[in-house]
């Protein structure tokens, strides 16, 4: 955008970060939650949703930028809607998150917490379950935010290696998941015509095996889970491992003791605790 086309839009002062992505600044008195922003900077944006309690916005022009903004590594930043922070290096990234989780601990529980958000694996090329959108040319994509619009991509930057290749061909149906396991299985999960070798197995959005397998394994620690098709599962390779150390020394079970798995889904937490 031109500075010309960006001269006549208002300018706001940047305040902390918030939920979801946003920052919040104030227009002539009104919250205002902008997106593509850091707290501490002085940025023109656009308004693009208006109600009476909020506007939301998008950051048009950096007037005065912040420590730890970056190049966005993905050239998708800002059109698509899958990440709220390539913008942000990534230590920065850790301080923003560590004042959301801050905030909500504070708000909504009356937890005061000193820690800090820790990073896990790598930064990018992690995502283990990638769930593609396909515009109306066939072309598979990811929505942009708050959008039915599908932004085409020929790479996702955050997207595990070891995905089934879905980018860079046309497909004559939607959505398209690609999935990989911790033990190297592969799925795609769509209605779609699907090209032969492409991955393990191909089933359908009804949960119908359309060829190969069904599933795939993860393993944690000394156990094996089946997760099949489009079921639910930590898209981090490194997150369920994690999460069980954190549930594990939480609870701090005896022998005796009873626990209650709430949302259960392919039973990871049980498995260890029982």
């Given at each position: 955008?031109s500075?010309?086309?960006?001269?006549?839009?208002?300018?706001?002062?940047?305040?902390?970060?918030?939920?979801?992505?946003?920052c919040?600044?104030?227009?002539?008195?009104?919250?205002?939650?902008?997106?593509?922003?850091?707290?501490?900077?002085?940025?023109?944006?656009?308004?693009?949703?208006?109600?009476?309690?909020?506007?939301?916005?998008?950051?048009?022009?950096?007037?005065?930028?912040?420590?730890?903004?970056?190049?966005?590594?993905?050239?998708?930043?800002?059109?698509?809607?899958?990440?709220?922070?390539?913008?942000?290096?990534?230590d920065?990234?850790?301080?923003?998150?560590t004042?959301?989780?801050?905030?909500?601990?504070?708000?909504?529980?009356?937890?005061?917490?000193?820690?800090?958000?820790?990073?896990?694996?790598d930064?990018?090329?992690?995502?283990?379950?990638?769930?593609?959108?396909?515009?109306?040319?066939?072309?598979?994509?990811?929505?942009?935010?708050?959008?039915?619009?599908?932004?085409?991509?020929?790479?996702?930057?955050?997207?595990?290696?070891?995905?089934?290749?879905?980018?860079?061909?046309?497909w004559?149906?939607?959505?398209?998941?690609?999935v990989t396991?911790?033990?190297?299985?592969?799925?795609?999960?769509?209605?779609?015509?699907?090209?032969?070798?492409l991955?393990?197995?191909?089933?359908?959005?009804?949960?119908?095996?359309?060829?190969?397998?069904?599933?795939?394994?993860?393993?944690?620690?000394?156990?094996?889970?089946?997760?099949t098709?489009?079921?639910?599962?930590?898209?981090?390779?490194?997150?369920?491992?994690?999460?069980?150390?954190?549930?594990?020394?939480?609870?701090?079970l005896?022998?005796?003791?009873?626990?209650a798995?709430?949302?259960?889904?392919?039973?990871?937490?049980?498995?260890?605790?029982a």
């Open positions: 955008m500075s010309a086309e960006t001269e006549d839009l208002p300018v706001v002062d940047v305040g902390p970060v918030a939920h979801g992505g946003h919040v600044a104030r227009l002539d008195g009104q919250v205002v939650f902008v997106r593509h922003t850091m707290p501490g900077e002085r940025v023109r944006i656009r308004v693009t949703d208006r109600s009476k309690r909020f506007l939301r916005a998008d950051a048009v022009e950096i007037l005065e930028a912040a420590a730890g903004r970056v190049e966005p590594p993905c050239r998708y930043a800002g059109r698509c809607g899958g990440c709220d922070f390539q913008h942000v290096d990534p920065a990234q850790l301080d923003l998150l004042s959301v989780v801050r905030e909500q601990l504070h708000r909504l529980a009356g937890v005061d917490w000193t820690g800090r958000v820790e990073p896990v694996g930064v990018l090329g992690w995502r283990t379950r990638v769930t593609f959108a396909v515009d109306d040319d066939g072309r598979p994509g990811l929505r942009a935010h708050r959008s039915h619009e599908v932004v085409p991509v020929e790479e996702c930057l955050i997207a595990h290696p070891d995905l089934p290749d879905v980018l860079g061909r046309r004559d149906a939607g959505p398209v998941e690609a396991g911790s033990t190297g299985e592969s799925l795609v999960v769509t209605d779609a015509s699907v090209p032969k070798g991955a393990d197995g191909v089933v359908g959005t009804d949960g119908q095996v359309r060829h190969g397998r069904r599933a795939v394994h993860e393993q944690v620690r000394d156990r094996r889970f089946r997760v098709g489009s079921g639910f599962w930590q898209v981090h390779p490194e997150s369920a491992d994690t999460l069980v150390g954190a549930v594990l020394a939480g609870a701090e005896r022998p005796g003791d009873h626990a798995d709430l949302y259960a889904g392919v039973g990871l937490f049980t498995a260890f605790l």
